[in-house]
């Protein structure tokens, strides 16, 4: 097993209605920003630090969390256009098309809602120098 850390958040959970359509949507997203789904079995997927499960689920005790804001990073201005058109493709809904946001200079975003009404985001902040592209964990 392989994780990649450094940043605040360890993982989420979010937990769906309809775990079918929250898969579809994920997966493209997903794909389109190079993070496999690490793992999936009848009531959950889990794709990095995202864990997603059905409210029947385990994990989720039957209640289905409330409405989030999920950024993700992109590499780019092209995997933000990206990102945003798969999300439309797999049930996702427009809540605001790519382009540069007023947050600091570079900002480069888009934000679809989930199956569920979470407002999901691909961000890219401009070009940077990164000293690593991710800390590895290997078990």
């Not at 359509?21 to 889990?46: H, Q, T």
């Not at 933000?80 to 427009?94: I, W």
């Not at 679809?112 to 401009?126: K, S, T």
């Amino acid at each position: 097993m392989q994780l990649y850390r450094g940043r605040l958040i360890d993982h989420i959970q979010l937990v769906v209605r309809d775990l079918k359509a929250s898969r579809r949507f994920y997966g493209a997203v997903f794909g389109v920003l190079g993070i496999p789904v690490g793992g999936e079995a009848e009531d959950y997927f889990w794709a990095d630090e995202l864990f997603v499960s059905s409210a029947d689920s385990r994990a989720a005790l039957g209640v289905l969390t409330g409405r989030h804001h999920l950024a993700f990073q992109a590499k780019d201005r092209a995997m933000v256009d990206a990102f945003y058109k798969a999300g439309l493709a797999t049930g996702g809904k427009d809540n605001g098309a790519p382009g540069e946001r007023r947050y600091h200079p570079g900002y480069y975003a888009c934000f679809l809602l989930d199956p569920d009404g979470n407002n999901i985001e691909a961000v890219f902040h401009g070009e940077a120098k990164r000293s690593a592209a991710a800390v590895e964990i290997s078990f």
